[in-house]
Structures are given as C-alpha cells and as structure tokens.
T-cell receptor
Framework: GQQLNQSPQSMFIQEGEDVSMNCTSS?????WLWYKQDPGEGPVLLIA?????ELTSNGRLTAQFGITRKDSFLNISASIPSDVGIYFC???????????FGDGTTLTVKP | DGGITQSPKYLFRKEGQNVTLSCEQN?????MYWYRQDPGQGLRLIYY???????QKGDIAEGYSVSREKKESFPLTVTSAQKNPTAFYLC???????????????????FGSGTRLTVV
C-alpha cells in the first residue's frame, strides 16, 4: 500500500516548549488529516485540511497543507502534559474510500 | 449521543480459535473500516466497507473476515489462519456524504475505543 513518511518517530520535550512534526508523500493528496491517540484509545481528529497552502488552527495546534500537496506539518505551541500521545497524519483522495496513515509521532512531555 | 462502539475492550482467546470483534455505529455513516495497530507502529488497514453488503480487502486482509449485513454493524472475525493475531484492533466510520469546504469527500474518520486481543 501507499506509504507516508512521518517524522520524527518520537519526541521528548519539556512542558512549555513548542513541537513540530511533519508528513511527506511521493504522491499528491487532496486532503490531509491530523489525529491524536491517547494510550489505549482510538485516534481523535484534530485538524482537517482540504486546500493546498491552507493553514488551519485549533487552539494551540496549527497545521498546514503543503503547497505541493505532498506534505503537511503540525505544530503544537506551549506544550502541556496532556499533549502526551501518538499523533498521526493521514492523506486522502477525493471520492476515494480510504485514507493512508503515517506511522505516528509519539510525544512525551516532561513536567 | 452518536458514536461508534467496539466491544469488548479486552479479549483473550486460545490459539487456534476464531474470535469475532464487534463494531457498531449510530452515526448513519456509510463507510466503515477495520485497522490493526501493533506496539510502536501505525495503523494498518484490514478491511473496509463503503456500503451495505459490500466490502474490500485492505493491506493485511489475510486471516481475517468481515460482513456488512447492516449499515450500523461491521464485525471482524480473526480466524485461526491469522498467524500473529495479538494486537490492538480499531474500528472507524466515515460519512461519505460529509464534505469539506471545497466539496471533497474524505472528511475525518470517527474511531472506536479499540479492542485489545490477546491470543495465548
């Protein structure tokens, strides 16, 4: 199946620091989605992007749909302990039945 | 409240036995999906269904089977042919009529809370 390269694989940061992670693909996507998964739970949608170049915020989270449509990044500002979890990107195509997920970025926040 | 429910949360089975994982949604979503997640790894697609009585294999369908007799339900059977069945299984649904602001489909999935299957 199609692969997304998500990096970094893991991050260990201090509370209050900003975080940045990204996803790249060899193919073009029409949508980019970012999810967060808490331990032992299912992922929850954070931000959805639908247009190349689009920059969207959700509280302390900001995500951008790359202009080439082959990449996306997610920034978290002023991290807090509850930001801990696994963050997944997912790319999709118009009218396609399924999205392709990255392997996730595991975030650890030290108080 | 609308949502997607997976049961049970934890499941233990003996090697060689088939086991069925339940997934029910009351979101009126057309499409449903099954993913497998192993420790430290991402989500791998097992099967998906875009409409009742139809489903397609994902990337790792071998050793699994599904049915979609009702819009609300998409049970997954882990058969004895699955060589390494111990994993965390996630069900998801998506409303195919949902659209983003540019008219695209592929709005976000709604995931269940998962079933952790352990085969001993």
């Amino acid at each position: 199946g199609q692969q997304l390269n998500q990096s970094p694989q893991s991050m260990f940061i201090q509370e209050g620091e900003d975080v940045s992670m990204n996803c790249t693909s060899s193919s073009i996507f029409n949508t980019w989605l970012w999810y967060k998964q808490d331990p032992g739970e299912g992922p929850v949608l954070l931000i959805a992007l639908y247009k190349a170049g689009e920059l969207t915020s959700n509280g302390r989270l900001t995500a951008q749909f790359g202009i080439t449509r082959k990449d996306s990044f997610l920034n978290i500002s002023a991290s807090i302990p509850s930001d801990v979890g696994i963050y997944f990107c997912a790319g999709g195509y118009t009218n396609a039945g399924k999205s392709t997920f990255g392997d996730g970025t595991t975030l650890t926040v030290k108080p | 409240d609308g949502g997607i429910t997976q049961s049970p949360k934890y499941l233990f089975r003996k090697e060689g036995q088939n086991v069925t994982l339940s997934c029910e949604q009351n979101l009126n979503h057309d499409a449903m999906y099954w993913y497998r997640q192993d420790p430290g790894q991402g989500l791998r697609l097992i099967y998906y269904s875009q409409i009742v009585n139809d489903f397609q294999k994902g990337d790792i369908a071998e050793g699994y089977s599904v049915s979609r007799e009702k819009k609300e339900s998409f049970p997954l059977t882990v058969t004895s042919a699955q060589k390494n069945p111990t994993a965390f299984y996630l069900c998801a649904s998506r409303g195919t009529l949902d659209r983003g602001p540019m008219g695209q489909s592929n709005y976000g999935y709604t995931f269940g809370s998962g079933t952790r299957l352990t085969v001993v």
